[in-house]
């Protein structure tokens, strides 16, 4: 679910809740807001304090510029004041901007799956892992080439890949090809952190085997700087990715090709 798509707040609290699988009853126990008045919010009848919408979005488990955004939302939505509307709606609209812009330039989504699809597919790194395998024409012709470089039974590799075959990211068509090389999911998905987890334990056993080669750079640093320019750097991250996606995908089938792994993390 992309946030910034929303343009009133009742809407995305209502699909919200259905993602993470609570009633609006259990969201006023949470919240201590009484249930008659929620009801007169969500029939449009009331707005919501920020404070009470603050609760809301963390009883959603928002947080974050999604947090921020859920609260925008409210602040524009109940203003009696036109210019400060518009001051607010401004905020919005850059947020909704520069989200859509982080997905426009990223190449080869599928954002057709369902969100149990979604799901499945990003329970395990080693689905996303045995894809990204299948895009090189060498595994393809010979999984078994797969397990012996991931050090894991043949079988593991097969299921992973029947898997793969009924998400439709790969078909079988005298042989195997892949039908889409990347699924992207935004950073409200309820599967973005354990995503971000799995692949941070990822990287730990790699660095604990002791695998690391030639060209890897592993890389860590504390700095102190003020709020503004933190933000400046993280753009300057998202920049970079964005440009790096473009420089991989289909190569020439004389190439040599392997499969890298890349975190960043700021915070």
């Not at 190449?107 to 689905?127: H, V």
């Not at 068509?173 to 039908?179: A, C, K, P, Q, S």
């Amino acid at each position: 679910m992309n946030l910034s798509t929303f343009d009133h707040y009742r809407e995305l609290i209502k699909s919200l809740s259905k993602r993470e699988g609570l009633t609006f009853r259990q969201i006023c126990q949470i919240t201590n807001i009484h249930s008659s008045y929620f009801s007169r919010v969500m029939n449009e009848r009331a707005d919501f304090s920020q404070e009470q919408l603050y609760l809301i979005g963390k009883a959603l488990n928002l947080t974050g510029w999604e947090l921020d955004f859920l609260l925008l939302l409210g602040e524009r939505d109940s203003s009696s004041v036109k210019n400060h509307a518009d001051y607010v709606d401004k905020k919005i609209v850059a947020i909704r901007n520069e989200k859509q812009k982080v997905l426009s330039n990223l190449k080869d989504l599928n954002l057709t799956m369902s969100e149990q699809e979604k799901e499945e597919y990003y329970q395990s790194p080693l689905t996303a892992l045995i894809l990204m395998y299948l895009t090189i024409q060498k595994y393809r012709n010979k999984p078994k080439l797969i397990a012996k470089a991931l050090h894991l039974d043949p079988a593991v590799i097969d299921k992973e890949i029947r898997t793969l075959i009924k998400l439709n990211l790969v078909i079988e068509n005298d042989g195997l090809e892949v039908i889409n090389r990347s699924i992207h999911i935004d950073e409200s998905h309820k599967m973005h952190k354990h995503n971000l987890i799995n692949w941070r334990l990822e990287s730990i056993n790699h660095l604990q085997k002791g695998q690391k080669k030639g060209h890897d750079w592993q890389f860590s640093t504390l700095f102190s700087t003020t709020e503004e320019k933190k933000k400046e750097i993280r753009d300057l991250f998202k920049k970079f990715v964005v440009e790096a996606q473009k420089m991989v995908g289909p190569e020439d089938p004389d190439a040599e090709v392997e499969v890298y792994h890349m975190n960043f993390d700021l915070y």
